[in-house]
Nanobody, 127 residues
Framework: QVQLVESGGGLVQAGGSLRLSCAASGRTFKRNAMGWFRQAPGKEREFVAAISWSWNGGSTLYADSVKGRFTISRDDAKNTVYLQMNSLKAEDMAVYYC??????????????????WGQGTQVTVSS
C-alpha cells in the first residue's frame, strides 16, 4: 500500500506563500493522478488541485478559489507532489491533505476517485 506524508504547513501572513510537499512511499504508482484537498474547521473537505500523469509532466486542475494563486506540480523521480501556495488568504486556512489514485491517470475533483490519503498538514493564515 502507498503511504503519503505531507509536510510544509505552518503559519504564514496573509499575502505570503507556503509550499506543501507530499512524499509517497511503499508501493508507488508513478503514472497516477495526485491531488490536494483541504478541510477548514466546521466545513467539509473540498478539492484544491489535481495533477494528472503524462509524459510531459501532467496537466493540472484547480478549484476556482485557488486558481492563479496555487500551483500543483510533481516530481515522479522523487515520488513527490507539491503545492505552491501564493497570495494566501485567511480563507485558505485549513488542514491540507494529499491524495493519490492507483486507478486513474487523469486528475479529478472528486475525493472518491482517490485511493490513498495523507495525514494532513495544517496551514494557518494570519491577517
Amino acid at each position: 500500500q502507498v503511504q503519503l506524508v505531507e509536510s510544509g504547513g505552518g503559519l504564514v501572513q496573509a499575502g505570503g506563500s507556503l509550499r506543501l510537499s507530499c512524499a509517497a512511499s511503499g508501493r508507488t504508482f508513478k503514472r497516477n493522478a495526485m491531488g490536494w484537498f483541504r478541510q477548514a474547521p466546521g466545513k467539509e473537505r473540498e478539492f484544491v488541485a489535481a495533477i494528472s500523469w503524462s509524459w510531459n509532466g501532467g496537466s493540472t486542475l484547480y478549484a476556482d478559489s485557488v486558481k492563479g494563486r496555487f500551483t500543483i506540480s510533481r516530481d515522479d523521480a522523487k515520488n513527490t507532489v507539491y503545492l505552491q501556495m501564493n497570495s494566501l488568504k485567511a480563507e485558505d486556512m485549513a488542514v491540507y491533505y494529499c491524495a493519490a489514485s492507483s486507478s486513474m491517470s487523469g486528475g479529478s475533483r472528486s475525493g472518491d476517485e482517490y485511493d490513498y490519503w495523507g495525514q494532513g498538514t495544517q496551514v494557518t493564515v494570519s491577517s
